[in-house]
């Protein structure tokens, strides 16, 4: 019988006959060039198939061909043998996987469990001398309130211009809410990143933490925008300090209840906030923040709005406050800018280019002390779909405090 029709007769490829008369485990006849399949190949082959259904491998199946050839018969006692052999690794792969079954029930079990409701869930009374009209720079009325615990569940905070905001299920919820301009990080648009280019924004995380445990940060205020899109601070939340107050802010009602569940479940002793908004007009104090978290928020903002981001937060840093943060940039000539500019005509001007951080810092009385270009990769996902092929997106880590001859009475 020719090969072609050997393989028919057992329904697999040419290819994969030959690789069996490679390894060994059919020897045909061979007139010329061409194979002969004889009787033993069929004897041969249908005991290939019928030990392949059992699961042996190609190796197991070589060896008992060998034993079959030198014995020239099938000994019964080593099949049985053999046979037992493999029923008993599948019972103790079958009582293996039936422990990765239990503790995968057990995690399944633990997080089906209803949250216990946490005794800070609200906003901490200790945040009420932070509550301004970002108008009129005065201190919030604060009526109909609903406390427990310390913690204020909901709320009316209003001012006598007008502006209103709320506290419900102890989220801030400020008026004049925007639909969203950002594509919302989901399990979706989690496939849209490269594995090298999280693991590069994850360098440029653990760089940021690394220097705000440098800071004294006793009863100062951080905060952290945009947590729609990026956070950095929530990976190590578990790490940070007690004693100081943290502000997020975010477009998405849904995304601020999961990055607050997680806090709470991680790190319920922590004072935190939760703002929505969408314009940056936050009800603050002036000069009440001390240090802003930039985890490639300036990126996403100078994306889709024709602003800096510290610009919309002036009325709310001191002279004091520092930024520290990642910014992705490309070289001067790429292509990649190019693309940017065409899908992006409302963006800030020169966004992406190496000296448009500095430059607009140093607009806003804030000055680089320290950077260091965190990495690059050339292929970062289709999540920045300006990115040309083969070019490299540069992160850069990096601190800015107040310059020291900046008027900052100018700001009021």
Known sequence: MKIGSFAKLFNVSVDTIRYYIELGLLVPEKNGAQFHMNQSCLDDMELIVELKILQFSLKEIQQFLSYKRLTMNIDIGYYKKLLLDKKNNFLDEKRELNRFIRLVDNKLQSLDQPNVPCSSIGVPISFVPFFYCPYCKIPLIITDASILNSSISAAKLTCSCGYFTSIQDGIIITSNLEESPYCILNDETMKEFNPNFVSLR?????????????????????????????????????????????????????????????????????????IQNTDYTLPLKPGSIDVIIDSITTNDICSHMNVFPITLLQNYINQDTKVIGNYLYYHEGATSLLNFRTLYPNSHQHVLYPNYLEYNLEKEGLKIQNKTVIGSTDNPGIFLDYHEQGEKVNLLGYIANRIDNFKFSEIF
């Open 202 to 274: 994850e360098k440029g995380d653990q760089w940021i933490i690394k220097l705000l445990k440098e800071q004294n940060l006793s009863n100062k205020v951080v905060i952290e925008t945009n947590i729609d899109i990026s956070a950095s601070l929530p990976k190590y939340i578990s790490s940070l300090d007690l004693d100081t107050f943290y502000i997020f802010c975010g477009f998405s009602l849904t995304m601020i209840k999961k990055l607050r569940n997680f806090i709470e479940r991680i790190n319920p002793k922590l004072r935190v906030i939760y």
